[in-house]
């Protein structure tokens, strides 16, 4: 089943005047940039999720918030959708334009409005890059935790959308532990505040709500964060193993000796040859597994920890263990896991990354369903887990020049999804729904479910103008997907 | 899948549960939805037929090493923590107990958490999926039993402090942490203004503070963490040592200072008040002589008042700062008809369209946050 917006199944587009609305928002809108030429739109027409491509009716790049209020205004007068994209580089197409829809870009709003060191929190617009607000708090020895793989580009406006993780969450949360407030206009333009700088807000928890809900319940303009203070040290150890599971094993280990680690990643044997190959980390080309424990806190108890974590690696059966010497080698290590996609990358023209989570316990048998299916489907998975909480990251490496490969690489990847819902996981950790994952949503939520989540939306945005055809599954879409499993699972069925 | 012993008390009541909504439904008529029925004093009094989840109890899924809990609605709360202290484990964010009958639905419905939540993170920062009985009694699940999910819109964290008006709740799921390994208390004789001074000054810093409040001249402090970091932060810091018993006093509503018994039995010349302020709140501006007479917990995030002030003074003081107040007081007194802050008007639209939707009938807890909904 193709992903891309299907009126048959995602509902009926509106018949839009292409003119006629750049001129309303023309007028509407005094100084608003609108881009309206094929040429123009191109740069706009998918975000990280690249193979799947929509060229946006108008690219709107307001500078105010003035701005963007009255165009909602004027989008919700004239029943036009709106898509909000903030730096483009998410995982699942949750910023895909829609040809029948305003493309709103809040790259513009990139400035960082306060940082306050005693009550440690900063206060951002949408636009911010995530690492920039790090290198903002850095000198009050303060920093932002969620840190995404791409946190030199994303912004923090998507981060809130998708509700984004990063190699710290099992210590320090993912971004909805992380926000303390936003600013919001809904899709008729109002305003409104959803949590406060105190610790909790009256009245229902929309600050949650919001967080993750791909900009489909409102446009978020401004955003309160919180800063920690930053560890007083950190540390590295990486372990070898030669078989996948005894890794798997070792890190349920360290978790059952009371260790929290900061960061706790594992890879596998094709992920660790293309890492080395790319950044020369150090990395032992010959495991089945590796593992990387970081432990941070107070010195004292870090080294504490490392013995502990140690001992435990070794009953776990590590063929070696090796303590990053200095920042530079603990830099290195991380280096390599945090640029093992590009590195995969440059092993296969084209690669696809996945984002199921599963609970721990199930590891050993989702990677043998992992293995056996890439061997169906004659296509290799290079494997990079976040393994403290059971995020995995297959990467699925592909031609999409070879006819028929991307499909297949779809096929396999739905597969490892639901395989990661058969097993009591889901199908998106952290990279969000968007486009991508629309079918599988259908296995993972009953059709009641999927229900709730449409009334949730339709609180805020009856008319479903805001990001329409993401996150949530249609009903058609839903029973023509449980048709194509059904036909599958009983060859009599097929035609 | 891992779990602890069975209870004799376990039982799934879900589809009795389940039978009395659909009743409900057909006939529009309104629920009153308890637990343990020990934090009626918390919110505004909802007229309904009284439905109890206390039958539907028991830890249906315990998993150490994932870090993981499942437990019924009606399981005691101390059933739950006791469970988890076998394990050396912990609910991280230290939920009140208002008496032993206090069950895990009604912790998750009032979203109220202990001295370490400025630390730690709050109840809902926990919560990793839920499964809610809806409107037409059928038990939906949202989230789920993993550390990250982001599927569909994160409804089972929305159901934290709810307080049951959008559903049911029939089964919750946490993220569990190990108990830390040291934990020493100490008190410190010093001014209110010091103590804020202090503990701006140590929050920059990588501290494993855990707890504190200011209240009766005496910063109180918890020290959490490694055994090798707490010894010397306690060497540290200085003071003099403080009864560990002090912080469930506290976090229960004990102390001598919220006086005897309840809600109802506090005396109304002087109700309770909780304020919640951001960090840095230097001074409400309301009389010296107030303030010093308050409890600042949360590093002062929260702070407890017993005062016959009105409710609009406390609101407006709070309101200045981006806070806000909620009255504990006995009914007829002057915060009981609006206990919680009033919200703004485009935010109570939205609260009562969310209600709308997932409620149409409006059976579930009417009335219980807000008289309009």
């Known amino acids: 089943m193709n992903i891309l917006y299907d009126e048959r199944l995602d509902g009926a587009a509106p018949k839009l005047d292409k003119t006629a609305i750049r001129d309303s928002l023309a007028q509407d809108v005094p100084g608003l940039t609108l881009l309206h030429r094929e040429e123009d739109l191109h740069p706009f027409e998918c975000d990280g999720l690249s193979v799947y491509r929509t060229l946006p009716m108008l690219v709107a790049l307001p500078e105010t918030l003035a701005q963007v209020e009255q165009l909602l205004k004027t989008c919700h007068r004239l029943g036009v959708p709106v898509v909000t994209r903030g730096a483009g580089t998410g995982l699942s197409g949750g910023a895909m334009p829609l040809e029948h829809g305003v493309l709103l870009v809040l790259s513009r709003f990139s400035r960082i409005l306060e940082i306050d060191p005693e009550a440690r929190i900063a206060r951002v617009e949408p636009g911010v890059r995530n690492l920039a607000i790090s290198e903002a708090a850095s000198p009050y020895g303060l920093y932002y935790a969620p840190d995404p793989s791409s946190q030199i580009a994303c912004s923090i406006g998507g981060n809130v959308a998708e509700n984004a993780g990063g190699v710290h969450c099992l210590k320090y949360g993912l971004t909805v532990h992380n926000v303390i407030k936003v600013e919001v206009l809904t899709i008729e333009g109002e305003h409104m505040t959803l949590g406060s700088d105190a610790l909790d807000a009256p009245g229902f928890d929309l600050l949650a709500l919001f967080n993750g809900s791909e900009g489909m319940l409102g446009v978020v303009t401004e955003i309160t964060v919180k800063l920690l203070p930053k560890p007083e040290t950190a ?25 929290i680690p900061g960061g706790l990643e594992m890879m596998d044997n094709l992920a660790i ?18 593992l990387l424990c970081e432990l941070d806190g107070v010195e004292a108890d870090v080294d504490d920890d490392c013995e502990t974590v140690r001992r435990v690696l070794e009953a776990a059966g590590a063929t070696g263990i090796q303590q990053a010497r200095d920042d530079a080698e603990r830099a290195l290590f991380w280096a390599g896991r945090k640029n093992a996609f590009p590195a995969v990358g440059r092993m296969s ?76 996981g889901t199908i998106t950790g952290e990279h969000g729904v968007g486009r991508e994952k629309i079918n599988q949503m259908c296995a993972q939520f ?4 999927l229900a709730t989540f449409r009334a949730a939306k339709a609180a805020f945005d009856p008319t479903g103008l805001l990001n329409p055809g993401k996150n949530i599954p249609t009903p058609a879409r839903c029973s023509e997907f449980r048709t194509i499993k059904s036909a599958a699972a009983d060859p009599a069925k097929q035609g | 899948m891992d779990k602890t012993a069975t209870t004799p008390h376990d039982h799934d009541a879900s589809e009795s549960l389940a ?31 009284v439905l109890s989840t206390a039958e539907h109890r028991g830890i249906t899924f315990y998993d150490p090493v994932e870090l993981v809990v499942s437990v019924r609605s009606g399981t005691p709360l101390a059933e739950l923590e006791a469970a988890l202290a076998e394990q050396g484990q912990m609910l991280p964010f230290e939920p009140p107990r208002f008496g032993e009958a206090s069950t895990v639905g009604g912790m998750v419905a009032t979203g109220l958490s202990g001295p370490r939540r400025p630390w730690a993170g709050s109840v809902r920062d926990f919560v990793l999926g839920a499964r809610v009985l809806g409107h037409e009694g059928i038990e939906q699940r949202f989230g789920g039993q993993v550390m990250k999910n982001v599927a569909g ?50 929050g920059r810093e990588p501290l494993p503070i855990s707890a504190a ?31 560990e018993k002090f912080w469930p006093a506290l976090r229960d509503l004990k102390l001598d200072f919220f006086g005897q018994g309840d809600a109802s039995a506090r005396a109304s010349d002087r109700p309770l008040w909780r304020l919640s302020l951001p960090h840095r709140t230097a001074s409400l501006g309301l009389a010296d002589a107030a303030e010093a007479s308050m409890i600042h917990d949360w590093a002062g995030a929260q702070c407890w008042v017993r005062s016959a002030i009105d409710a609009e003074t406390l609101r407006s003081a709070c309101r200045r700062v981006d806070g806000h107040a909620t009255y504990l007081g006995a009914c007829g007194g002057p915060g009981s008809d ?20 997932l409620d149409p009938k409006g059976i579930f807890n009417p009335g219980r946050l807000y008289a309009a909904f």
Request: proline letters at 5%; hydrophobic letters at 40%; glycine letters at 12%.
């Open chain 2, 19 to 49: 039978e009395r909504i659909r009743q409900a439904s057909a006939t529009g008529t309104p629920l009153r939805i308890v637990g343990g029925d020990t934090r009626g004093f918390y919110g505004r009094p909802t007229e309904g037929e």
């Open chain 2, 338 to 357: 609006e206990p919680f802050t009033p919200l703004p008007s485009v935010l109570l639209k939205y609260h009562r369209n969310l209600k709308a939707e």
């Open chain 2, 153 to 202: 819109y994160d409804l089972s964290r929305l159901m934290v402090g709810a307080q049951g008006t959008l559903g049911l709740l029939t089964e919750v799921t946490f993220k569990v942490l190990p108990r830390p390994g040291a934990s020493r208390s100490l008190h410190l004789d010093i001014s209110l203004e010091e103590a804020r001074n202090r503990l701006a000054d140590w």
């Open chain 1, 446 to 449: 009953r059709p009641d479910e």
């Open chain 1, 349 to 424: 023209p084209d690669y696809y990354c996945m984002d199921g989570t599963i609970p721990r316990r199930e590891l050993a048998r989702v990677l043998k369903g992992i293995s056996d299916l890439s061997e169906q489907y004659g296509l290799r998975v290079a494997n990079v887990f976040h393994a403290g909480d059971g995020n995995m990251h297959p990467l699925i490496l592909f031609d999409a020049n070879t006819p028929g490969e991307l499909d297949e690489a779809e096929a396999l990847g739905g597969k490892i999804l639901e395989l990661c819902v058969e097993v009591g």
């Open chain 1, 273 to 290: 040859r293309a890492a080395e190959d790319f950044i020369g980390a150090g990395y032992p080309v010959e495991a089945a597994a590796i």
């Open chain 1, 235 to 259: 540390k590295v150890l990486m372990a070898s193993f030669d078989d996948i599971e005894k890794a798997g094993n070792a890190v349920g280990s360290i978790i059952a000796a009371g260790i």
């Open chain 2, 213 to 243: 409040a200011w209240l009766e001249g005496a910063l109180h402090i918890r020290l959490e963490g490694g055994p090798s970091s707490v010894a010397a932060t306690r060497e540290r810091l200085g003071g003099d040592e403080l009864d």
